[in-house]
């Protein structure tokens, strides 16, 4: 018996060092820079962890002057620049909002026309929710609709395999589901909506005539000279001098593409110098529909225009609107009684929120710390938990299964749930050693149970067929988890 400890101990110890080497690398923010050195400087104070950033392109426009920093790279060793395209997410939803507002501004459309009445193919009770209802997330329709299983199969194996959630989804995808909801109780009240903002912006466009892309290029980016803005379609027309998107744990991730959902920010790019423009045009109020930052609507402890947000800290009032995909953070934001704004876009899903705001002048407590993603926490979990489990649960089949079968399928889970916690875990919250510890505990567990399959009958007695059915769900589900592991 203690030889047998002994020889168990040995075994998880020697391969959880072994794993040391194999341990997940989180990104982290290098000495490399380029630009305004005291911009740089400044960027880097208002970094408050270094940890999980890989690249950051920052404009700070003041006083009619506008300074550039790179800091990190673009995920290629190339230093992080003004001129370097990055996904923008959800700062998109300005572009839109503005888009309304100039559309306002010469008579095309009212803030009270019906959705209905300017994309005829809507139909249902969303019909009469208002394009002004759209543009201030006050429609009642849902941040993403789940009504389709196929898009809620995407969605989950986009967050395991860092993929595209979006693929396949065109504007006739977002007109028919947007048909066949009805507004929510919600309506009236601030609640964030991606499905409202694309629809809205589809919406403009065939009241127009014309596409989203062909309506944001002429009513706003060629009129402020952004020649580097584009919305993508397709995998070929993505900038060939992009930053490269990761998660902040060291997982690269997908671009996100979907045209149906491109004015809420899907297939989106810009770069720092670009944006600066934007702001610019804001700041002075001679951006076409630049009326549209101005506060309309209470939004809890913030207000809404068109798009844009504005918070109070302190005795400064910021107007803003952030952005996140897959593997890409964005902020722009302003502060109008100051005439200041910033641009903070980075390659990591590490929020770049708190740098934009502090480069504000907005105090490190109200800024608040970067976080990773909207599930943060669920990496984290995974990272805390998943190592553990699968060894445990080995040992635990290979103590008692009934049969062989039960055994190599909590060997299968083991070796899986190492393979997601390395790939999903997030190891800015939960220490990388862990998952090597995971590693000795599983090999350990191995070992315990390769004599014990000797032992044991392929199937317990009465239960062939429960026990191949669970057998082959496990060795299904244990597939797909080891297929979106190693994408």
Do not use: C
């Not at 445990?392 to 399928?409: E, F, I, K, T, Y």
């Amino acid at each position: 018996m203690w030889t047998r400890t002994v020889r168990l101990v040995a075994i998880g110890v020697l391969t959880g060092l072994g794993a040391l080497l194999l341990m997940p690398d989180p990104h982290r923010l290098s000495e490399q820079a380029t630009g305004d050195p005291e911009l740089v400087a400044m960027v880097r104070d208002a970094v408050d962890d270094p940890k999980g950033y890989r690249g950051l392109s920052v404009a700070l426009v003041e006083d009619g002057r506008v300074r550039f920093a790179g800091l990190g790279d673009r995920g290629d060793g190339t230093p992080a620049g003004p001129d370097t395209p990055f996904e923008i997410g959800s700062v998109t939803k300005v572009l839109t909002g503005m888009l309304l507002a100039d559309l306002v501004a010469d008579g095309t459309v009212a803030p009270s026309d019906t959705l209905g009445t300017a994309l005829p193919g809507i139909t249902g009770e969303s019909a009469g929710i208002t394009l002004e209802e759209l543009a201030s997330h006050r429609s009642g329709l849902p941040r993403i609709p789940l009504t389709s299983p196929s898009f809620l199969v995407r969605l989950l194996w986009a967050n395991l395999s860092a993929g595209n959630p979006y693929g396949g989804q065109g504007r006739d995808d977002v007109v028919s589901v947007t048909s066949r909801l009805a507004p929510g109780g919600g309506r009236d009240t601030v609640s964030y909506s991606n499905l409202g903002v694309a629809v809205l912006g589809h919406a403009l466009a065939a009241h127009t005539e014309t596409t989203y892309a062909e309506l944001l290029q002429r009513r706003l980016l060629a009129p402020l000279g952004m020649t580097a803005t584009t919305v993508v379609h397709s995998p070929d027309d993505l900038p060939s001098d992009r930053a490269r998107g990761a998660h902040a744990s060291g997982r690269a991730a997908s671009p996100w593409i979907g045209a149906g959902y491109a004015p809420a920010g899907v297939g989106v790019w810009s770069t720092a110098a670009d944006l600066s423009r934007l702001l610019q045009g804001v700041l002075t109020g001679l951006a076409p529909g630049a009326d549209a930052a101005a506060p309309r609507f209470d939004a809890g402890d913030d207000r809404i225009g068109y798009g844009w947000f504005t918070t109070r800290y302190a005795d400064r009032e910021i107007t803003w609107h952030n952005g996140g995909t897959g593997g890409f953070s964005a902020f722009v934001g302003f502060d109008p009684a100051a005439g200041r704004g910033v641009v903070v876009l980075g390659n990591t899903d590490k929020d770049v929120d708190p740098v934009g705001l502090r480069l504000l002048g907005v105090g490190a407590q109200q800024a608040g710390g970067g976080h990773v993603g909207t599930p943060g926490w669920i990496r984290a979990a995974i990272g805390l938990v998943f190592p553990v489990l699968g060894a445990w649960s080995l040992r635990s089949a290979a103590r008692q299964g009934p049969d062989r079968l039960a055994v190599v399928s909590a060997g299968a889970w083991a070796v899986v749930m190492l393979l997601l916690a390395h790939r999903l875990g997030n190891w800015l919250l939960v220490p990388a050693p862990l998952w090597a510890a995971g590693v000795g505990l599983t090999a350990a567990a191995m070992a315990l149970a390769v004599p014990r399959i000797r032992e044991l009958s392929t199937t317990a007695p009465g239960r062939t067929r429960r026990r191949w059915t669970e057998a082959a769900f496990s060795l299904a589900f244990a597939l797909a988890g080891l297929g979106a592991a190693l994408i």
